[in-house]
C-alpha cells in the first residue's frame, strides 16, 4: 500500500501554491522494517491519463497509480538505489520519456552565493541567477535561479512544457531565491518565469538575469551559452590593463546601430569608397533591414578605422522593447539586444574592433527602468526593484521608475552588470546615462513631488554610494577601463578617486563647454566679439575634472538641428564654421566624442527610425568634410601634446584670449617632454587678418601642420605656404613671435620644426 499523504500537499503542488514541491515531488526513501529499501516516487503531470517509472540500471518499468488526482502519480519501488530514472509519459495518444527534474537536488547556489547576494556583493552574481547550462549526475539541462523573495509561487514558462506553469514548478532558498534544475534542455530554449504574487495574480516576467531574448514585439528569454566563443584579443586587454586611458588619445565615434544604416533586403548595402545606394524612405516597411553584427564588423569597423577614431560609442545595446527610446528603457539588462543577432556574434564585433585597434563603449543605464509588463517593474507583486513610493521610485516625465539604490540586492544586480559586459564581452569602458538624475532627489521633480534624504537634503545619497562602488570594483577587476558620467550639473568631484571622496568615473562630459561653445558658434562671427567669454571661459574650471568635450545625439534631435544647420552664414560659412568648430574641440583639452553623421555634414536631424543621409557622399563639399574629420583625428594622435596632458594644468597655457576684437584666440599645448609643444590659432569671423603676431616660446620654424581652411577640405586655400619663421620680436609675454596670416573661419596648428632649426644653426646662417 502506498503510503498517504494529505490531500492539502496535493492541491498545493495541483494549484501551484507549494514553495517547495521537491518535499512532495520526486524520489524520497520510506522507512522499511524489510532488509531491502523503499522509495516512494510521485510526479505531477497534468496533462496525463498513465504514468511509468523507467529504471535504466535495471531494464524495469513500475507503474504508478493516480491516487489523489487524476494527473497526481505515485508508486514504491523495492530497490538498492534510485537514481536518473525517466517518466513514461502517456498524454493522448501521444507518448514521450523524460527525466524527472524533481530527482535532480542541484543547489547552484552555495550558501556564501547567497550571502554575498544578500549582502551586495556577489560580484558575479551572473554566474549563479538566471538559466545555466550545467550537467547533473551525467544529464545535460538548464538550471534556473530567480530573486522574487515576496512570490508566493514561481514557475518556468517554455517551449518545452507548452508554456504551462503546473508543470516546473521551483522551490524556494532562504525565502529568497526561486530555482530548478530542468533536464535535457539546451541552448536556444525560449522560457519566461510565471510568478504569483500573494493574492495570486499571476505575472509573467523575462529573465532579469537573462543572456538573450527573442526579437521585439516577443518577451520570451532564451537559454544561451557566452563560454564558446573563442576570443583572440588577449594582446588587446594585456596592453589596456597596464595604459593609464587619461593621458592616451580618445576620439570617440558615437553610433546607435539601428539608424546608422539599414540594409535592403535583397542587396548588401556599403557606406565605404561611396558604393551606397540607401534604401528609399518609402521602401523602409517593405524592404529595409537592420544590419547584423556581422555586418557591423565588415562595415562600420572599416568606416571607423578610415576617419581615425579610437573608439566605437554604442547608444545602448541591452535589450529593449521599443525602439523609439532609443535604448534608454532597458528590460533586459544581461542580454544585448537581437535586433542585431546572436550574443556570440556581438562578441565578434567586438573581437573585430579589438583586430582593428578600435576601443568599445556602450552606454548603460542604472538610472531608471520602463513599465513594461515583463521587465523589472512590480517584478514579484511588490516594489522589489524600485522604490514602492512614486516620489522616490518614479520618473514622471519619462514614464520610467527608478532603481532602489538602498536595497543590497537591487545594488549588486547592477554592479554585477556593469562587470558582466567587461567580463563576457570584452568592453573598453561605459557611458552612465542621466547621472544627474541619480544624484537629485527633485530631479525633474515640482515641489512635493520628491522626499528628501535623511538629513533633509536634495542628493541622493544611496545613488552617490552606488556609483562609488561601481567604479571602484570596477577598476580592481579591469584596470585602464573608461567610465565616463554624463552628469550635467556642479556636483563636486565626479571624476576624482572614491579614496578622496570622489564618484570614481574618470571621465565627465563637459555640458558647460558644449552649451557654450554651440551658444558662440550659433551667433553671427561679427557679433561673436562680444561673447568672447563663451569660448574661453571652460579653461577656468577644466582642471575641477576629467572632461570629456562631447557633441553628441542629444543635441541633434527635438528641433536642435544638426551641426550644419546650427551654424550661421551661407552655404560656405556653414562648413567653414563646422571646421573651425572641430578644429578648437580637438585642440581644447580634454577628450573627443561626436555622434554619427557629423563627419560628413548631415544636414537634416538625427532620425532614429531611418538612416543617416549617406547620399550626400556623393557630392564634394561632404566628401571634403569627411576628409577633414579623418586627417584631423590622425593628426590628433600623432601629436602628443594635444592629449598627454589633457588634465594638467601644465599641459595648457593661453598665448592669447583676449583679442575679442577680431574674435581671435591662440593657445600652446605641452606634452609631457618640455620641448614637445603645439601653437593653435583660431579665427573665428569669415575676417582674414594678414600680418597677424602671436607670441612663441622658441625660435625656429614653425610648420604649419594643419590648416582647417585648406583647399582640400572645401576651404580657401589661405594660409602660410607651410610654415613661418619667427622673428626676435617678444610678443604675449614670450620671447619671439610669428607673422602668421589668418585663414576666414578657420584654425591653425603649427609645431617647431627643430630638424630644420638645427640645419640652419649648423650652416652658420643666424635665425631672424
Known amino acids: 500500500m502506498i503510503p498517504t499523504i494529505s490531500p492539502d500537499q496535493v492541491n498545493q503542488i495541483v494549484y501551484n501554491l507549494h514553495h517547495n514541491p521537491f518535499e512532495v515531488l520526486g524520489c524520497h526513501p520510506l522507512n522499511s522494517d524489510s532488509s531491502s529499501p523503499r522509495w516512494v516516487v510521485r510526479a505531477y503531470l497534468p496533462n496525463a491519463q498513465s504514468a511509468w517509472i523507467v529504471c535504466s540500471t535495471e531494464h524495469q518499468e513500475y507503474k504508478m497509480e493516480a491516487v489523489h488526482h ?236 578610415e576617419l581615425g577614431y579610437t573608439h566605437i560609442e554604442l547608444l545602448p545595446i541591452a535589450e529593449h522593447p521599443f525602439d523609439g527610446s532609443w535604448g534608454y528603457q532597458v528590460t533586459g539588462y544581461y542580454a544585448p539586444t537581437s535586433r542585431y543577432g546572436r550574443p556570440e556574434d556581438f562578441m565578434y564585433f567586438v573581437d573585430k574592433c579589438h583586430e582593428n585597434n578600435i576601443g568599445v563603449i556602450i552606454d548603460w543605464v542604472p538610472g531608471h527602468f520602463p513599465k513594461d509588463g515583463h521587465g523589472l517593474a512590480f517584478f514579484d507583486g511588490t516594489h522589489l526593484y524600485e522604490h514602492a513610493d512614486s516620489r522616490e521610485g518614479e520618473h514622471k516625465e519619462w514614464g520610467t521608475l527608478v532603481f532602489n539604490y538602498g536595497r543590497n540586492e537591487v545594488r549588486n544586480f547592477l554592479v554585477a552588470n556593469v562587470l558582466f559586459w567587461f567580463d563576457k564581452y570584452h568592453i573598453d569602458g561605459i557611458r552612465v546615462d542621466a547621472v544627474a538624475s541619480m544624484l537629485y532627489r527633485d530631479y525633474l521633480r515640482k515641489d512635493g513631488e520628491w522626499i528628501a534624504n535623511e538629513y533633509g537634503g536634495r542628493e541622493n545619497l544611496e545613488a552617490a554610494d552606488f556609483l562609488r562602488q561601481v567604479n571602484g570594483v570596477l577598476y580592481s577587476y579591469f584596470p585602464g577601463v573608461l567610465s565616463i558620467a554624463e552628469e550635467s550639473t556642479a556636483w563636486p568631484m565626479v571624476s576624482w578617486p572614491t579614496y578622496v571622496g570622489g564618484l570614481g568615473f574618470n571621465l565627465k562630459w563637459n555640458m558647460g563647454w558644449m552649451h557654450d561653445t554651440l551658444d558662440y558658434f550659433g551667433i553671427d562671427p561679427w557679433l561673436r566679439q562680444f561673447h568672447q567669454n563663451n569660448i574661453t571661459f571652460s579653461m577656468w574650471y577644466h582642471h575641477s575634472e576629467n572632461y570629456m568635450l562631447a557633441l553628441s545625439h542629444d543635441e541633434v534631435v527635438h528641433g536642435k538641428s544638426n551641426m550644419m544647420g546650427k551654424m550661421p552664414g551661407d552655404e560656405w560659412q556653414k562648413y567653414a564654421n563646422v571646421r573651425a568648430l572641430f578644429s578648437y574641440m580637438f585642440t581644447h583639452p580634454g577628450k573627443k566624442t561626436m555622434f554619427m553623421g557629423m563627419e560628413f555634414g548631415q544636414w537634416s536631424e538625427w532620425n532614429v527610425w531611418g538612416d543617416l543621409e549617406w547620399h550626400l557622399l556623393k557630392y564634394d563639399p561632404h566628401q571634403q568634410l569627411k576628409r577633414f574629420f579623418a586627417e584631423l583625428n590622425f593628426l590628433y594622435q600623432r601629436e602628443s601634446a594635444l592629449y598627454e596632458r589633457d588634465f594638467e594644468e601644465e599641459g595648457f597655457q593661453w598665448i592669447d584670449c583676449s583679442d575679442n576684437r577680431h574674435s581671435v584666440v591662440s593657445f600652446i599645448r605641452w606634452g609631457k617632454k618640455l620641448k614637445d609643444f603645439v601653437i593653435v590659432v583660431c579665427n573665428f569671423t569669415p575676417q582674414p587678418h594678414s600680418h597677424y603676431r602671436i607670441g612663441v616660446p622658441e625660435e625656429g620654424f614653425y610648420t604649419e601642420l594643419f590648416n582647417s581652411d585648406a583647399r582640400k577640405y572645401g576651404g580657401s586655400n589661405m594660409g602660410n605656404l607651410g610654415g613661418k619663421w619667427t622673428d626676435r620680436w617678444s610678443f604675449h609675454s614670450l620671447p619671439c613671435s610669428l607673422d602668421l596670416c589668418l585663414p576666414p573661419l578657420g584654425v591653425l596648428i603649427l609645431k617647431l620644426d627643430r630638424t630644420k632649426a638645427q640645419t640652419v644653426v649648423e650652416s652658420g646662417n643666424s635665425l631672424r
Open 70 to 305: 487524476p494527473n497526481f502519480f505515485e508508486v514504491i519501488i523495492e530497490t538498492s538505489q534510485l537514481n536518473n530514472y525517466k517518466l513514461r509519459v502517456k498524454e493522448g495518444n501521444n507518448e514521450r520519456i523524460i527525466y524527472d527534474p524533481y530527482s535532480f537536488y542541484f543547489p547552484h547556489l552555495t550558501e556564501f552565493d547567497l550571502h554575498l547576494f544578500a549582502e551586495g556583493n556577489h560580484h558575479r552574481i551572473y554566474e549563479k541567477l538566471g538559466a545555466h547550462l550545467v550537467e547533473v549526475n551525467g544529464v545535460k539541462g538548464v538550471h534556473f535561479a530567480l530573486w522574487a523573495p515576496n512570490a508566493r509561487n514561481v514557475s518556468i514558462l517554455g517551449d518545452f512544457n507548452q508554456w504551462d506553469g503546473r508543470q516546473h514548478q521551483m522551490r524556494k532558498r532562504l525565502n529568497s531565491i526561486w530555482e530548478l534544475f530542468i533536464p535535457e534542455i539546451g541552448e536556444g530554449t525560449h522560457y519566461k518565469y510565471e510568478v504569483k504574487n500573494r493574492e495570486g495574480h499571476i505575472y509573467e516576467k523575462s529573465d532579469p538575469y537573462g543572456f538573450f531574448q527573442e526579437v521585439r514585439p516577443k518577451t520570451a528569454s532564451i537559454v544561451a551559452d557566452l563560454e564558446s566563443y573563442q576570443w583572440q584579443d588577449a594582446d588587446w586587454i594585456k596592453k589596456r590593463s597596464t595604459q593609464d586611458p587619461l593621458n592616451q588619445p580618445i576620439s570617440i565615434y558615437e553610433v546607435h546601430l539601428g539608424s546608422w544604416l539599414h540594409a535592403s533586403s535583397k542587396e548588401k548595402t556599403s557606406v565605404l569608397n561611396g558604393e551606397l545606394e540607401p534604401v528609399p524612405v518609402s521602401e523602409w516597411n517593405k524592404e529595409a533591414r537592420f544590419l547584423s553584427y556581422y555586418e557591423f564588423a565588415d562595415q562600420l569597423i572599416a568606416y571607423v578605422k
